[in-house]
């Protein structure tokens, strides 16, 4: 409880008639009245009007209220704007409480006014007592550096740094191969265009190297990551040699790599002209391919969509054990294969058979597939593969086809058809495997040192699959490009401005509001067992002479330590044990 | 008709970002349920400790809910999975004090799943009112176990991902609390009634004499209970 007693004020809205007309407003305002510590309460047609919210800020200077309580509706849309109205009367926003009764009330109760009164009363009741353990807080304002790292100098990373060199902020470009241009390097053409790599990615390589605010450092992996949003310290190595960086915001661009079939998985490894996608288009790039084949046989989804999409059990990994969780996923992954689809490779499998049959118009091919995905614009690639005569034949995915060698050095592909129903035999010079893109095992390093949880399928997990897409959990981390899941180009330059965005609203700004909730480690209870370090998902606790302490910066305000903490002597505030239980018993009161 | 005029009161613990979304959107949506439920907003399940739930047994609560986010979905990455162990170890607790283990649930919500967390309401209600009014068991020992530095820690090793093989780590632990529980029950009962032998420590708690005599022996030696005298030749027990 804060110096002086609690005056309370409640407010109780009609919300029109979306409250009005089911609960008995008046008899509840009646009711709040004799509730302890209240000071005050009044009844409002709509408290969120204007005349609502001067009536509530009028109040608090009249009846020198000190806590705030409004029942109307959810906190979730509405707690903001009574805040700011508190604020405004000179009230610390902490010290406002809501009580929910028209979304967990009227609304759910529209036959049973009186029982809906009765519990309405309970809810009021409820948040007075929570109203009067509250504690006046603080949002601790952080200072953000304007400098930027990039981790990765694929074309999502080389846009990510370009988009914000391009505004004026400086940017660090890291990465560990010897040249950039990441993936796109290997490729030859990209779908649906045609175009050749190197009209995209050699423009943008020279953009990046111009650009005086973007420093590129190749060879160059992160070894460390200290900090938080704002006040990263990274440490860069470079063939042993060490460097210290100061930066605001990361952009985590690693990408993903082509996955290649364990040897023996669909005879790839016995047999020279078993290829990937990835092999053929190099094998096209630089005309290896000399004698027109007499039929190529690709086979789509080799290692994708496989295995039983399971929920892995992540909750026997602690943010310590990354490294343990992705190992498990890549050893379950290897031989039954990635439970996702790619996305790009029925894409990539009809390009290169509209190349091959631009190359050699004579030769026959054919995609084995189960489903085709061709989205947006490109079902008119798929028909322009179909109007060049490619040959798509669904195949019983279950039963992996077999390959044998034929007569005079040709390769059988022994598949089911499944609209047929029957095994079929098919003579072929090359086969093609179409596999997924997979996550690198970079990644679950740097998911370790971000602090950055991967996902079911072993990618950078984003904040939020549809709100989110770009940001991480972590403050003034973001992800571009397939770091976060398979990407064509288009996407990947999509998700790195977004990313580039995001990374310089928090730049721009220079400084940042951070929670106010966050956990407080009472230092004389304190033994430093150094459990809530271990437990915490956002690395905030961190152990130091023998006592935890909260990194606020850090710190999202969950909770968990406080409830797992041995010793009891972590607070969670503005959750305390005191106003959690001041609810219980408030509500397991019988009406006074 | 008695059993129909029984109006149960149940608490739901609901975490900010999906389980009361999830109830807003019942709202939203007019999903009627009964008006049996309080709702106790928290920013995540893994806040909840067991002690929240235990004292609203104590209360009279007559049926709690746990919910949160769906396994994998959790705001806070895994406080949904921290919730779900403690959870095992409050059912169990629940069992040594003579309160129905199905009085108390955890259920995942998503925040679109109103009608989910409507018919969770409904379900929950019936359920309760066929298992009739909290019995009122007294509660105070396990809030205490439940508090006391050693079964925190019990729980908590779990969740450092500490690696253990798991049957045998469950024995321990339930084996663990149920000692927790009795060495608080044993505590309160000289507390109120003052010095005891065991004899009469195990007729007031219903433990066999065997078992309190081995928590007397541990209670002893870690300085919370010392001996005060003798009656009819055995020893009396005081809370030092």
Not at chain 1, 446 to 461: H, T, W
Not at chain 1, 495 to 510: D, F
Not at chain 2, 60 to 73: E, S, Y
């Amino acid at each position: 409880m804060g110096e002086e007693a609690p005056r309370i004020g409640v407010f109780i809205c009609h919300c029109g008639i979306n409250i009005g007309g089911v609960v008995k407003v008046p008899e509840v305002v009646k009711y709040a009245r004799t509730l302890p510590n209240v000071a005050y309460s009044e009844d409002n047609i709509y408290t969120c009007s204007e005349a609502g919210l001067d009536s509530i800020k009028e109040a608090i200077k009249k009846y020198n209220l000190n806590r705030v309580v409004v029942a109307s509706c959810t906190p979730r849309t509405h707690e903001p704007l009574f805040r700011s109205a508190c604020r405004e009367a000179g009230l610390n926003q902490y010290l406002f409480e809501m009580a929910n009764i028209r979304e967990q009330c009227s609304w759910v109760h529209a036959h049973q006014p009186e029982k809906a009164t009765k519990k309405a009363k309970d809810i009021v009741r409820m948040a007075v007592a929570r109203a009067t353990w509250l504690m006046p807080q603080e949002e601790p304002e952080l200072d953000i550096k304007d400098t930027s790292l990039v981790i990765g100098g694929g074309i999502a990373g080389m846009t990510a740094a370009l988009t914000l060199a391009n505004q004026g902020f400086k940017v660090y470009l890291v990465e560990k191969e010897a040249e950039l241009g990441g993936n796109l390097r290997r490729l030859h053409k990209l779908y649906p265009t045609m175009q050749d790599t190197s009209e995209i990615l050699m423009p943008t390589i020279e953009a990046v190297t111009m650009n005086k605010n973007v420093e590129t450092l190749v060879s160059t992996v992160v070894s460390d990551v200290h900090g938080y949003v704002g006040n990263f310290k990274v440490t860069l190595s470079n063939n042993g040699g060490k460097r210290d960086v100061e930066v605001g915001t990361i952009i985590v661009a690693c990408g993903a790599m082509n996955y290649t079939p364990p040897k023996g998985l669909y005879q790839y490894g016995e047999y020279p002209n078993i290829v990937t996608q990835l092999e053929l288009d190099e094998l096209l790039r630089n005309g290896k391919i000399k004698k027109p084949p007499e039929r190529v046989v690709m086979i789509q989804c080799v290692g994708a969509r496989k295995g039983e999409i399971r929920a892995l059990d992540l909750a026997g990994f602690p943010k310590s054990d990354t490294a343990r969780l992705l190992a498990k996923i890549l050893k379950a992954k290897k031989e039954e294969g990635w439970p996702y689809c790619s996305k790009i490779c029925c894409m990539n499998a009809i390009k290169n058979a509209i190349l091959i049959k631009e190359r050699f118009p004579q030769t026959d091919v054919i995609i084995l597939y189960g489903d085709i995905r061709v989205y947006k614009e490109y079902e008119d690639f798929y028909s322009t593969a179909r109007e060049n005569q490619v040959k798509f034949v669904k195949h019983i995915e279950e039963v992996t086809p077999e390959i044998t060698q034929g007569p005079e050095g040709k390769l059988i592909v022994e598949a089911y058809d499944a609209l047929v129903g029957r095994e079929m035999k098919l003579p072929c010079d090359w086969v093609v495997l179409s596999t997924p893109l997979i996550p690198r095992k970079e990644e679950v390093l740097l998911a370790r040192m971000l602090k950055v949880p991967i996902s079911q399928d072993g990618f950078l997990m984003e904040a939020h699959l549809k709100l989110r897409p770009v940001d991480t959990q972590m403050d003034g981390i973001f992800l571009a490009g397939a770091a976060s899941g398979p990407k064509d180009v288009p996407e990947s330059i999509v998700s790195a401005k977004a990313a580039a965005a995001r990374a310089s609203t928090l730049m721009a700004n220079k400084k940042m509001r951070t929670e106010a909730l966050t956990s407080v480690v009472d230092e004389k209870e304190c033994i430093g067992c150094g459990l809530c370090e271990d437990i915490c998902s956002y690395g905030a606790h961190y152990l130091e002479e023998g006592k935890s302490h909260t990194i606020a910066a850090l710190c999202r305000g969950c909770g968990a330590c406080a409830a797992e903490c041995p010793r009891r002597a972590i607070t969670m505030q503005h959750y305390t044990d005191e106003q959690i239980l001041a609810q219980v018993k408030a509500a397991l009161m019988e009406e006074i | 008709m008695e059993e129909t005029e029984f109006d149960p009161v149940i608490l739901a613990f609901c975490c900010n970002w999906c389980s009361y979304a999830g109830a807003d959107l019942a709202g939203t949506s007019r999903f009627e349920y009964p008006t049996n439920v309080r709702i106790i907003r928290v920013m995540c399940s893994g806040r909840i400790e067991p002690t929240f739930v235990l004292e609203a047994f104590k209360d009279g609560a007559d049926g709690v809910l746990i919910t949160g986010c769906h396994p994998g979905d959790c705001h806070y990455v895994q406080g949904n999975y921290m919730m779900e162990r403690r959870f095992a170890f409050i059912k169990e607790a629940l069992k040594h004090l003579g309160i129905e283990p199905e009085r108390l649930r955890l259920e995942w919500i998503s925040a679109g799943e109103g009608e989910k967390f409507a018919a969770l309401i409904r379900d929950t209600t019936q359920r309760i009112k066929e298992l009739g009014p909290n019995p009122l068991t007294k509660t105070d020992a396990a809030i205490e176990a439940f508090k006391a530095q050693r079964l925190r820690w019990v729980i908590g090793i779990q969740q450092a991902g500490l690696k253990v093989d798991e049957q045998r780590y469950k024995a321990v632990s339930l084996k663990i609390m149920k000692d927790e529980i009795e060495r608080q029950m044993i505590i309160v009962e000289i507390k109120e009634k003052g010095p005891q032998t065991i004899k009469e420590l195990a007729e007031a708690t219903k433990i066999s004499p065997k078992e309190v005599l081995r928590h007397i022996i541990a209670l002893k030696k870690i300085g919370v209970v010392s001996e005060a005298g003798e009656k009819e030749d055995a020893y009396l027990y005081k809370v030092s």
